[in-house]
């Protein structure tokens, strides 16, 4: 049975989510269209909120491991970041141009990615031995991952870009 | 071996315009240009070509090649 605190998150959520569908749509129509645009303020903010909503996840990940998934808590923690990706995707729609980034930014964010891959690795052994001696059970894992991989990848990157 | 530049010093001779002005007018951002000034990123051939046609100067007159001490011996 659906509790209120769930009721409440799904109608946030499922709010948001049209919300950010309708603006999709419409502002690209609007004269408000041409003052949208990818700068270095953008991009770091984006890194910044990435690793906000990759510690908070984790956070709530490790301290409320039965409800983040039941009430879809890991959705509503990871909403202001796919609403700044919605923004670039909305960038990337007004500008027909889908390399809004530089090439610096695009090398920083495929290192990155490398280096995201490569400690996804020891992340998820520390969750299997997690699993392993029962501290954990259920699909935690995902939300674990999930966030782990979105506050390495903006750490990472961040770091990478802003090292001159 | 590694990529040397004089972009710190093409700018001061074009009127000291700032590194934010010359990302604005190539296309990239600032810390893009200060990477590159200090050595710690390698532009693509096309950003190196845009620099060059905005300082009215050929690539290699912005960029060298800075020889392995080792590969020297």
Redesign the interface.
Same mark, same amino acid.
Do not use: E, N, Y
């Given at each position: 049975m659906e509790t209120t605190i769930e009721k409440i998150i799904k109608l946030l959520l499922v709010f948001t989510v049209v919300a950010a569908g309708f603006l999709y749509w419409l502002l690209p129509k609007t004269k408000l269209a041409r003052h949208f645009k990818m700068n270095e303020t953008l991009f770091i903010v984006t890194n910044i909120i990435g690793m906000i909503c990759g510690i908070v996840g984790l956070v709530v990940t490790f301290l409320f491991p039965q409800f983040i998934i039941e009430l879809h808590l890991w959705e509503l923690i990871v909403t202001p970041f796919a609403l700044i990706y919605i923004y670039w995707r909305l960038i990337m729609r007004i500008r027909k141009n889908t390399e809004i980034v530089d090439e610096k930014q695009d090398y920083n964010m495929t290192r990155a990615g490398a280096i995201t891959m490569a400690f996804s690795i020891p992340a998820m052994v520390i969750m299997f031995i997690l699993y392993y001696n029962r501290i954990f059970n259920g699909p935690i894992w995902f939300p674990y991952y999930f966030f782990v991989t979105l506050l390495v990848f903006s750490a990472s990157t961040l770091f990478l870009f802003r090292k001159a | 071996m590694k990529l040397g530049n004089n972009l710190r010093r093409c700018r001061f001779d074009k009127d000291e315009i700032s590194q934010q002005a010359l990302a604005a007018i190539v296309?990239?951002?600032?810390?893009?240009i *200060? =990477?590159i000034e /200090?050595g /710690?990123?390698v532009? =693509?051939t096309l *950003?190196a070509l845009k620099l060059a046609k905005f300082f009215n100067k050929s690539v290699e007159d912005i960029f060298y090649i800075i020889e392995d001490e080792k590969a020297e011996k």
């Open positions: - | 296309g990239v951002t600032r810390q893009t *200060l =990477s /200090k /710690k990123f532009p =693509s *950003l």
